[in-house]
T-cell receptor
């Protein structure tokens, strides 16, 4: 069984400030972990994924995430927020068993203030 | 380019009507999924299919039906039994195995009028 918790359904930052979106997971098998971004009235787009290679994963648009097994976390960060980063972000986990489906967190809406 | 296409982008349904949402992928993915999204409620799984001619109910299947007659197609029918169908519907696909995630379509917004 697996689950994902995203702490904070809404996060607000100023333009240029650090972005930190939190994700904790549980999984009975070594996990694959994903971050997706969703802009209004669009589908989800993959930002980055962890697949048991490097623990620090770099994604698109300057985002990165670090897999910390001891903390069961996969937090998403970006050093400097842009107005265009305003969107909803979803963390997801998948066990590495064949056929395992993704389990999504509840999402975090990121607001960027000018 | 490979991808997943949902149509139409916007759909309006009268009370008591069935409507069908289209989802087509040319990624050669084995698995396909339907999600419903309401404001503030994240993604809720309606149905999924991991192989042609087979599909499984998700968490909120009541009032919905699907078919998987072809690998590339997974249409969703919203029946009149679905009492609150106004929502944003997302289709996704995946290899079903390995480290890959899901590829999502751009969504269909259904409104009851």
């Amino acid at each position: 069984a697996q689950s994902v918790t995203q702490l904070g359904s809404h996060v607000s930052v100023s333009e240029g400030a650090l972005v930190l979106l939190r994700c904790n997971y549980s999984s009975s098998v070594p996990p694959y972990l994903f971050w997706y971004v969703q802009y209004p009235n669009q589908g989800l787009q993959l930002l980055l994924k962890y697949t048991s290679a490097a623990t620090l994963v770099k994604g698109i648009n300057g985002f990165e995430a670090e897999f910390k097994k001891s903390e069961t976390s996969f937090h998403l960060t970006k050093p400097s927020a842009h107005m265009s980063d305003a969107a909803e972000y979803f963390c997801a986990v998948r066990g590495n068993n064949a056929g395992n489906m993704l389990t999504f967190g509840g999402g975090t809406r990121l607001m960027v203030k000018p | 380019d490979g991808g997943i296409t949902q149509s139409p982008k916007y759909l309006f349904r009268k009370e008591g009507q069935n409507v069908t949402l289209s989802c087509e992928q040319n990624l050669n993915h084995d698995a396909m999924y339907w999600y419903r999204q309401d404001p503030g409620q994240g993604l809720r799984l309606i149905y999924y299919s991991q192989i042609v001619n087979d599909f499984q109910k998700g968490d909120i299947a009541e009032g919905y039906s699907v078919s998987r007659e072809k690998k590339e197609s997974f249409p969703l029918t919203v029946t009149s039994a679905q009492k609150n169908p106004t929502a944003f519907y997302l289709c996704a696909s995946s290899m079903g195995r390995g480290a890959g995630g899901y590829t999502f379509g751009s969504g269909t917004r259904l409104t009851v009028v």
